[in-house]
């Protein structure tokens, strides 16, 4: 019997959850069924369950791949040298997060999920603190540079950064599409300030 390979098994597993995500953002995660899991992506249930347990776990993986690329975009940008300016850097990372309609209404449900489900809660806790590390050095770089005011700790605009991040993609799923130049421009008018016209 011919091995299946990785290539195929990745595929697999990101035709399922591509499709469980597509069921999650249309109906949440306690109204969709491993049922409706299975009628969406077009497998038995012994394909789906090869990968995953059962819905928990889909769910997991569904908000730690979602997580990832958000870090990674952040990373990413933060390699650059010089570092992207704030409007730049999360305009950037928030075209690859909001790249499909699901992503924003996933976001929104897996912060609330996190309130009964501790694996996912220590996954998104992890990825915080990945985050707001990786946050903070961009910041310190930004001070180095005379570019943004260095008597404040690096630590707290880390965390105001992220909150903005967050907030932006909470209004676009509670609110519908929002264009993200909106939220670049207004970055750059608050780190504007005292610059004048």
Sequence with gaps: ???????????????????????????????????????EVGLSAGAVYRYFRGKDEIIVAIATDVMRTVFEGYETAAALDPAPLPADLIGTVMRRVLDTDTHAHLVIQVWTETLRNQELSDVLRSTFVEMRTLWVKIVERYQEQGL????????????TMIALAQGFVAQVALFGEAPIEEI????RALTSMGKGS
């Design 1 to 39: 019997m011919a091995r299946v390979s990785q290539e195929h098994l990745d595929a697999r597993r990101s035709q399922i959850l591509d499709g469980a995500a597509r069921c999650f953002a249309r109906n949440g995660f306690h109204a969709t069924s491993m049922q409706d899991v299975l009628q």
């Design 148 to 159: 943004m005011r260095d008597d404040i700790p690096a630590e707290h605009v880390a965390r």
């Design 184 to 187: 670049e421009n207004g970055l």
